[in-house]
């Protein structure tokens, strides 16, 4: 039997934000909100559940969902291919949504287009492009395939690419008119 499409929301929060200082870009604040918490409340109403993850200040992220989870070894420090590994255990949905902490702008718009075409071709990887170019990381992966191909990939490959590691699954890519969006903070003067 197949199984039903539901998505489990990975807000990527793991980043190192060297460009920012270093500090903890999911908790900092942008419009009154923390990032981290702009993107729970996005994704929530979309998701059977919602999966953060940090690789610090764990105790915050847990204040705002039930769900954290760290890099796991020997995947430490290489980027958001990680943080995709490390919640694979916790998913148990068909797909995951994942989308990275420092977008506040992004709509639920966005997210809707983006589940709608997975639902039309749900055994391939659907990721956002703008203007500006792919946005790998706001994107719809089918969990069977990242689960079977994931973990090998990373055993196999020097270069830790999501593109690289998209193509191994199939990907479609879906455009999103609003490039405005899917603009990341990445200094503190665009903290807003």
Same mark, same amino acid.
């Given at each position: 039997?197949?199984?039903?499409?539901?998505?489990?929301?990975?807000?990527?929060? +793991? +980043?190192?934000?060297?460009?920012?200082?270093?500090?903890?870009?999911?908790?900092?604040?942008?419009?009154?909100?923390?990032?981290?918490?702009?993107?729970?409340?996005?994704?929530?109403?979309?998701?059977?559940?919602?999966?953060?993850?940090?690789?610090?200040?764990?105790?915050?992220?847990?204040?705002?969902?039930?769900?954290?989870?760290?890099?796991?070894?020997?995947?430490?420090?290489?980027?958001?291919?990680?943080?995709?590994?490390?919640?694979?255990?916790?998913?148990?949905?068909?797909?995951?949504?994942?989308?990275?902490?420092?977008?506040?702008?992004?709509?639920?718009?966005?997210?809707?287009?983006?589940?709608?075409?997975?639902?039309?071709?749900?055994?391939?990887?659907?990721?956002?492009?703008?203007?500006?170019?792919?946005?790998?990381?706001?994107?719809?992966?089918?969990?069977?395939?990242?689960?079977?191909?994931?973990?090998?990939?990373?055993?196999?490959?020097?270069?830790?690419?999501?593109?690289?590691?998209?193509?191994?699954?199939?990907?479609?890519?879906?455009?999103?008119?609003?490039?405005?969006?899917?603009?990341?903070?990445?200094?503190?003067?665009?903290?807003?």
């Amino acid at each position: 039997m197949m199984q039903a499409f539901e998505l489990t929301a990975l807000i990527l929060a +793991g +980043g190192q934000a060297q460009r920012m200082g270093g500090v903890d870009k999911g908790l900092q604040v942008y419009q009154g909100v923390s990032m981290a918490r702009r993107l729970v409340d996005l994704v929530s109403p979309l998701c059977i559940d919602t999966v953060i993850s940090a690789n610090r200040n764990i105790k915050h992220y847990r204040a705002l969902t039930r769900l954290v989870v760290s890099d796991a070894e020997p995947w430490q420090d290489i980027g958001p291919l990680g943080g995709i590994f490390s919640a694979l255990e916790s998913i148990n949905s068909s797909h995951l949504l994942i989308v990275p902490c420092d977008t506040p702008c992004l709509s639920r718009e966005a997210l809707l287009k983006l589940s709608i075409s997975a639902q039309q071709t749900p055994d391939k990887v659907h990721y956002l492009e703008s203007e500006s170019g792919r946005q790998p990381l706001h994107a719809v992966l089918p969990v069977n395939q990242l689960k079977q191909k994931l973990p090998d990939f990373l055993k196999n490959t020097e270069h830790f690419g999501v593109m690289k590691f998209y193509k191994t699954i199939g990907a479609e890519s879906v455009y999103w008119e609003h490039d405005e969006e899917l603009v990341n903070i990445n200094r503190i003067e665009q903290l807003v």
